[in-house]
């Protein structure tokens, strides 16, 4: 199953990529909301190869995934892998510049079934397709919006917020 969504951030590309690579920043974010993050000590703390086993909560359960960084090219885009027990799947961000001060960020998820038990549940996904996409676009706007509150405020990327 594949889900695409976009956002336009009025920020340079520059701020906005250096922004998603603040790591530290989104783990702290992500703790907030109930995702234990942990940094396996045979990946590097950056750059491609930057790995993350996270657990999230869903339905009750607790789902561990591998989150690993495999390419990045400055200022376009970021491409990570996931792996869980039931589901693979890819993430990647594109980042195009829309004018000196504005990014259009661009996602799109990739997800794969491993069990019968995870087709089953991306098939009552592509159910209800359109409303997973609003959620997603929905999402994406608030990531933007904070982006460009982030860019107003002159926060520097890499330091806590």
């Not at 009025?10 to 920043?25: K, Q, R």
Request: charged letters at 25%.
């Amino acid at each position: 199953m594949k889900l695409t969504g976009k956002t336009d951030i009025e920020a340079p590309i520059s701020f906005v990529y250096a922004t998603l690579n603040d790591h530290a920043n989104w783990e702290a974010e992500a703790r907030l909301r109930g995702i234990e993050f942990e940094r396996p000590a045979d990946m590097p703390l950056t750059g491609p190869g930057a790995g993350w086993r996270i657990k999230l909560p869903y339905c009750g359960k607790i789902r561990p995934v591998l989150v690993r960084l495999d390419t990045m090219t400055k200022d376009k885009r970021l491409h990570f892998t996931l792996e869980g027990t039931s589901l693979d799947g890819a993430l990647g961000v594109e980042l195009s510049a829309l004018s000196p001060k504005r990014t259009r960020l661009r996602l799109i998820l990739e997800i794969k079934p491993k069990t019968l038990t995870a087709r089953l549940f991306l098939n009552t996904l592509r159910l209800a397709k359109g409303r997973v996409t609003a959620r997603l676009e929905q999402r994406l706007a608030q990531v933007g919006a904070r982006l460009q509150q982030m860019s107003r405020s002159g926060i520097v990327p890499g330091t806590r917020t």
